[in-house]
C-alpha cells in the first residue's frame, strides 16, 4: 500500500536525506527562491506596458474586451491611465517600468511571463492557490512538496525557510506556507527578524554549550541503556538530536552577514534604510541557497494594504514605496547568485498572487486582478531575456499562450527534476499532488537540456 | 433489496426540487453489480469467533477478539508475543484512555493488587473517569477539523466554540449511543430545538473553516463553499468515504457520480447558521454601549463614502479599518444551524465543481450506491432533510457506519486500523487486515446500542491488546509483516503534542486539572503574533491558572498553531485528519532542548523532586517513576548518579537531568 510506504519513508533514519530527482535527465535547478510580492503587483506599472490605458484614461472600458470579476471595480469604473515609462532594457530589449531601475539591470536575466492567470480575485483564496495549487487551506506548500521530492542538502540548516515580512501577516497567513498534511518534518521555518532568525537554536539563558553537550550525551547514554536491538524509529530520533545540536552550533554561522564585504551588502542595499530589510533577507536567501537549503520564500508586503503591494487607494504611492524597499535587493540577489555560479542551479521566482486592475479604484488605486498579470522567472534554467505570452490592449485578459499557476508549478518541478504525476501522496483516499488539475510544462520557458 | 433502505423516507416528498421546472434533472442513476459489490458496500457478515484446540491457544484467547487475531497470525506462521508486564500495562491503557502517566500510587495500586481482576478493575476505573471523554472526544475533534477561528484571511475567533468541544466530551463521558451522537450532530436542532445541548451539537455543520472577504461579498461563491464543507465532513466523519471528490466529476475510482455528490448536498439546502445569544441582559447592554455608536459611526463614514470624490475614499477607508479593529468580540451565544425553507439554495450538479456553471438540477438522497436503482430523490424543503439523513446513516444495518466507527475505535488502540485508511473505505483505502474481526466488532457495537465502552473494554481485555511491544520472533514477522497489521506484538507509539505537553504539566506537578469550559489563550512570543492578519485577535487570558490547563484546552486557532503542536504532528484544522503523522526529526529536538516551555517545565520538575525526595537515589527512583511509570534500571541510574556528582549540588544539573527525562524515549514512546 502507498500509506505503508510513506510511513516507512517517514520513519527511515533520515526523513530529509537528498533524494534524487524522478527525471535527473530533465533537473537543472537544486533550489528555488521565491521572491513573494504580497498584495498582488500591478502588471501595467512594471512589466506590461499598456500605451493603450494613457489614452483610454477617465473613461468606461470599452466592451470588446469583455468582463471579469472584480472585487470592488464596477459597471461604473473606470480606465486608469499609468505614470511609469517603460524603456527596453539589456540586449535582450525586455520592456521594464522606471519603477525598477534596478531590475532593468538585469534584464537578460529575467523570462518574463505576461500571460499569468488565477482563478480567485481575492488575497486569501488567491495566496492559497499560488502556493498550494487550491484555493482552500490545508494543503503543503510548493516549499514542502520541492523538500518531500527532493530532500536537503543542508545538514544543519532547515530545508525550507520563510522569511516573512516584520511589516505583518498576509491575507492566507501561516497556513499558505506549510506543510498540510504532509508529515511535519516538511514544515517551513519560519525566520524571525534580526541575527536570531530560528526559533529554539539558542540555548536557554545562563546555560553554556559544554554544559548543555554533556545533558545531551547523558541523554543518549540513557536512551541507548534500555534500547532493545536494533530500533529504526529510536535510531532516527537519536539522529534527530545529533542534527539538532550540529544546526545549533553551525547555523548561526550562515545566519551571520558580518562575514559578508562592504561591497556585497552595498548591493543589497544593506545599511540605507530603505532596503536594509529587505536586503539583509535577500542575502540570506542567497547564504541558505549556497548551503543546501532547498526552498526559500523571501516576503515582501504584510500587515495591510499601505506596507503590501495591495494598491487599492493610490497605485503610485503604494507601488514608488515598495518599489523602493525591494528593486535593489532582489536585481543584487540575480547578480549575486549569476557571479557566485549559483543561478543556474537556483530557480528565482518574482511576483504575487495577481496583479492590478486597469481601472481605478477610489480615483488613484488599482483593484485586485486574476485574470492577466504578470512574473518573472530567472535562473534554473529559465530562458533569461524573454518576454511569454500577453495580455489584451489593456491588460484585461491574458490573451496569448496563458499560463496558469498550475502550468507554472508544473514547469518548475520539471526543471527541479520532479514530475507532477509522481510527486504525490495519498491523503484521505485521493493521491494528492501539488497540482489539483494537471498542468502542462511550458517548454517554451525553459532552455531544454540535451540529454 | 435491504431493510434499511425504508429508511429513506419517500413519503416525504413535498413536490419538485426548487427550480426544476425549468432546469434539466440528473438522471437518478443506475449501478452495476460490480460497483455495488465491493466489500465495503456489503452487509455485514455474521462473523463467529474461531476456536483453537491447543491449550496455549485456548489460554491466550481472553476475549473474541484474540479469536480473530490468532488464526490470522497462525495462518501466516507467526505468534503472538508474551504479555508484556504489569508496569507497561498499566502506562499503556492510562496514555490509550485518559492521554496522561498514571501516577506512581496508581502504579503501586495495580502493581500489588492481588486480584485477578485487577487489571479488569484498571480498565474500568479508567473508563469511568471524566479523563477519557477528554482524550477519546480529542480524537473525534481531530476528524471533525474542530478549531476555534474561521481561517482565511481575517481567522475570526469563535468565542463560543468550545461548548462544542464540552458537548463531544460530555457525550464520550456519558457513553452516547453512537446513532444518537450522529443525529444530534447533523440534525440536533431539526430534532428539538428547544434542547441546549442539540443546538451546541447542530454546530458540528458550521466546523469547517470559513471565507469572509473585504468589498464585494460573492454571496453565492460563500454559499457554495459553505455547503461543501458541510457535505465533504459527512462522507469523510461518518461514512469513511470521499464523496468529496466526487464535487467536480464523477469519482474516479468509488462509484459515486457527481449527481450523487450534489444529492448529498441536497439535505443542507436549507441549512443557515444561527447564533443564540446566550449573554445576560447587563452583558447585552454592556456590550450595546460599545458596538452601537461604532456601528453608527461606521454607517456614517460608509455612506460618506459613497458620495465622497474618488480621490478621498482611500482616506475614509482607513477610517473604517481603524473603527472596525475596534470592535469588540461578538456577544457569547451558541452557534447553531436552523432550516431556513425561504433561503434554501437551489441545488445542481457544478460542471467542475463551479458554481458558475451549474447543470442539472437534483433534490437529496444519499448515496445510489447503497440504494435500489433509480431510487426517487426528495424535494430540497422538506421538514427534517438532515435528520432524515442522519436517520440513514445510522440505520443498524448501513454498511458503512459501524465498521467506520468500529475501526476508529481500533485504531486508536493500536495505532492502526483493520482498514489503515480510517476516512477512506474505498478501493484507494486499504483492505481490511481482519475483515471478520470488523463485522464482529461492528455486529456487537450495534448489538450493544451502539455504546463504545463495552467495545473499549473487549479490546483493552484482550491478549492482543496486552502483548509486549517486543516479539522473540521479531526478524522473521518483520519480513512477513513489517506493518505489524496482524499484531504479533504490540506497537509502541509516540506520544501526540498533546500528551507530550500535559505530561510534562503532570510529572512537574502543575497541570491544572481543570476540565471544559472556553479556551485559554496562552502568552506567545509577538513574532508569532505578527504572522497574524488581526493580531490584535491575540489576547492573553488574564487568569494565569489557565496557562497549565491540558493542551486540548488551549485555543485551537487555524491561522496560528502553537509551535509545539505544529512540530509534534498535530493537525492543521483545516481538513479532517483521520490519524496523526508520527515524526521524529531535528526540530523536535530543538524544541523540547531548548524550547522555553520545555525549560520551564523541567525546573519545575526538579523542584519538585528536590523538595519530595530530599536523598539521592530516591529522587532519582521518583523521577523516572513519574517520568518512565517504572524505576530507573541499575545502568540508568548508575549514569545519572555519576552525571550528577560531577557537579555535586549544582541545581542546573538537576533542572537538565529533568529535560533529559522529557527527551527521553521512555517518556517520549508508549510501550
Known sequence: MMA????????????????????????????????????????????????????????????????????????????????????????????????????????????????????????????????????????????????????????????????????????????????GFLPSVYQPTMFRPGNKPVLNLDLPKGLTLEERRRSISLLKDLNKATMVGEDPEFAARMAAYDTAFKMQTEAPKVFDLNTESKETLDMYGVGDPKTDDYGRRCLMARRMVENGVRFVCVVSGGGGPEAEWDAHSDIEDNHLRMASWTDRPVAALIKDLKRRGLLDSTIVLWGGEFGRSPESEKGKGRDHHNTGFSMWVAGGGFKGGTVYGATDAIGLKAIEKPVHFRDLHTTILYQLGLNQDALSYMHLGRKERLTEVRGEVITDLVSLRTP | MKAWIAILNVGVLLGVPVGASEDKVAPLGTYKASERNYWAFQPRKNATPPTFIEPGDKAWVSTPVDGFILATLKKVGLRPSPPADKTTLIRRVTYDLHGLPPTPEEIDAFLHDPSPKAYEHLVDRLLASPRYGEQWGRHWLDVVRFAESDGYEYDTHRPDAYRFRDYVVQSFNEDKPYTQFVKEQLAGDE?????????????????????????????????????????????????????????????????????????????????????????????????????????????????????????????????????????????????????????????????????????????????????????????????????????????????????????????????????????????????????????????????????????????????????????????????????????????????????????????????????????????????????????????????????????????????????????????????????????????????????????????????????????????????????????????????????????????????????????????????
Open chain 2, 191 to 671: 430534532m428539538d430545538s428547544s434542547n441546549e445541548t442539540n443546538l451546541v451539537a447542530s454546530g458540528f455543520n458550521r466546523l469547517g473553516p470559513l471565507r469572509k472577504n473585504a468589498g464585494n461579498q460573492n454571496v453565492a461563491s460563500s454559499r457554495n463553499e459553505v455547503l461543501t464543507e458541510m457535505t465533504n465532513i459527512v462522507g469523510a466523519a461518518f461514512l469513511g468515504v470521499t464523496v468529496g471528490c466526487a464535487r467536480c466529476h464523477d469519482h474516479k475510482f468509488d462509484p459515486f457520480r457527481q449527481s450523487d455528490y450534489y444529492r448529498m448536498q441536497g439535505f443542507f439546502a436549507q441549512a443557515q447558521p444561527n447564533d443564540l445569544l446566550r449573554a445576560t441582559k447587563e452583558e447585552q447592554d454592556a456590550w450595546h454601549a460599545t458596538v452601537d455608536p461604532l456601528q453608527q459611526q461606521m454607517r456614517q463614514l460608509q455612506m460618506k463614502m459613497r458620495r465622497a470624490p474618488e480621490e478621498e475614499k482611500g482616506k475614509l477607508q482607513v477610517e473604517l479599518d481603524a473603527i472596525d479593529e475596534k470592535m469588540p468580540l461578538p456577544l457569547t451565544a451558541i452557534y447553531a444551524v436552523k432550516d431556513t425553507p425561504k433561503e434554501a439554495t437551489p441545488i445542481h450538479t457544478l460542471f467542475h465543481g463551479d458554481y458558475l456553471d451549474p447543470r442539472e438540477s437534483v433534490g437529496a438522497r444519499p448515496l445510489g450506491v447503497l440504494l435500489p436503482d433509480n431510487t426517487p430523490e426528495e424535494a430540497i424543503i422538506t421538514a427534517t432533510p438532515r435528520l432524515n439523513l442522519a436517520n440513514w446513516i445510522v440505520n443498524p444495518d448501513h454498511p458503512l457506519t459501524a465498521r467506520v466507527m468500529v475501526n476508529r475505535i481500533w485504531q486508536y488502540h493500536f495505532g492502526r486500523g483493520i482498514v489503515s485508511t480510517a476516512n477512506d473505505f474505498g478501493r484507494m483505502g486499504g483492505r481490511p487486515s481482519h475483515p471478520e474481526l470488523l463485522d464482529y466488532l461492528a455486529n456487537l457495537y450495534v448489538a450493544n446500542g451502539w455504546r463504545m465502552k463495552p467495545l473499549h473494554r473487549m479490546i483493552l481485555l484482550s491478549s492482543a491488546y496486552r502483548q509486549a511491544s517486543e516479539s522473540p520472533m521479531e526478524k522473521i514477522a518483520m519480513e512477513k509483516d513489517a506493518e505489524n497489521s496482524l499484531l504479533w506484538k504490540f506497537s509502541k507509539r509516540r506520544l501526540e503534542a498533546e500528551e507530550i505537553r500535559d505530561s510534562m504539566l503532570a510529572i512537574s506537578g502543575k497541570l491544572n486539572p481543570k476540565i471544559g469550559g472556553p479556551s485559554v489563550l496562552v502568552p506567545i512570543d509577538r513574532d508569532l503574533v505578527k504572522m497574524l492578519k488581526r493580531p490584535q485577535y491575540w489576547v492573553a487570558t488574564k487568569d494565569k491558572s489557565a496557562y497549565d490547563r491540558r493542551t486540548m484546552y488551549l485555543i485551537y486557532k487555524r491561522n496560528l498553531q502553537l509551535p509545539f503542536m505544529g512540530v509534534f504532528d498535530a493537525p492543521d484544522m483545516q481538513l479532517s485528519c483521520p490519524r496523526r503523522e508520527q515524526s521524529a526529526h531535528a526540530l523536535q529536538a530543538l524544541e523540547l532542548l531548548n524550547g522555553q516551555m520545555s525549560n520551564e517545565l523541567a525546573a519545575v520538575f526538579a523542584e519538585r523532586l528536590q523538595k519530595e525526595r530530599p536523598a539521592n537515589p530516591a529522587r532519582l527512583d521518583l523521577a523516572w517513576r513519574l517520568a518512565t511509570g517504572r524505576a530507573p534500571t541499575t545502568k540508568e541510574k548508575l549514569l545519572a548518579s555519576q552525571y550528577l556528582a560531577e557537579k555535586p549540588g549544582d541545581p542546573v544539573r538537576w533542572k537538565e537531568l529533568a529535560l533529559d527525562l522529557y527527551n527521553l524515549n521512555a517518556f517520549l514512546y508508549v510501550n
Open chain 1, 4 to 179: 505503508e510506504q510513506q510511513a516507512r519513508a517517514a520513519s527511515s533514519l533520515n526523513p530529509l536525506a537528498p533524494k534524487p530527482p524522478h527525471m535527473p535527465e530533465h533537473a537543472q535547478a537544486k533550489s528555488m527562491i521565491f521572491l513573494f510580492m504580497a498584495g498582488g503587483p500591478s502588471h501595467l506599472e512594471t512589466f506590461d506596458p499598456k500605451p493603450l490605458l494613457n489614452k483610454l484614461d477617465g473613461q468606461k472600458r470599452p466592451a470588446e474586451f469583455g468582463d471579469v470579476q472584480y472585487q470592488n471595480v464596477n459597471s461604473q469604473s473606470r480606465i486608469l491611465g499609468t505614470k511609469r515609462t517603460f524603456r527596453k532594457c539589456g540586449k535582450s530589449g525586455i520592456e521594464i517600468s522606471d519603477l525598477f531601475p534596478y531590475q532593468a539591470e538585469v534584464a537578460d536575466e529575467l523570462c518574463v511571463i505576461r500571460s499569468m492567470y488565477g482563478d480567485m480575485v481575492v488575497h486569501s483564496a488567491a495566496q492559497y492557490q499560488m502556493m498550494t495549487g487550491r484555493i482552500i487551506p490545508g494543503f503543503p506548500a510548493m516549499g514542502s512538496w520541492i523538500v518531500y521530492g527532493l530532500g536537503s542538502e543542508a545538514e544543519n540548516l532547515p530545508a525550507y525557510v520563510v522569511m516573512p515580512d516584520s511589516h505583518g501577516a498576509q491575507e492566507a497567513g501561516v497556513p499558505m506556507y506549510t506543510n
